[in-house]
C-alpha cells in the first residue's frame, strides 16, 4: 500500500476543499487542472501555503522504516 517515498507523497501538491464549491490549490497544480475545476462550477480561492496543514509519518518497512516531514511546516517524523 505505502512506497518507501513517504517523503514524496508528503511534497506533493495540495487541495483545501471549503465547501461544495470554493476550492484552495497549492501553486504547483497547474492552469489545466484549474480551469478543469472553475469549468465544473468551482471557484477558485487564494490561501497562503501554510493554510494547507503539514504532515510528518513513519511507515513500517518490511526491514526498517521510512520518514518523511513536511517542508511547508516546522516539525520532524520521530519514532522511539
Known amino acids: 500500500m505505502f512506497g518507501t517515498d513517504v517523503r ?32 465544473m462550477g468551482h471557484v477558485l480561492i487564494e490561501q497562503p501555503t501554510v493554510a494547507f496543514g503539514g504532515a510528518q509519518a513513519i511507515v513500517r518497512l518490511r526491514k526498517g522504516f521510512a520518514a ?4 511547508r511546516q516546522d516539525g520532524m517524523a520521530v519514532g522511539y
Open 8 to 39: 514524496a507523497a508528503i511534497d506533493a501538491p495540495r487541495l483545501r476543499l471549503y465547501d461544495r464549491q470554493r476550492v484552495a490549490l497549492e501553486p504547483p497544480i497547474g492552469d489545466g487542472v484549474r480551469h478543469a475545476l472553475v469549468a
Open 68 to 71: 518523511g516531514s513536511d517542508p
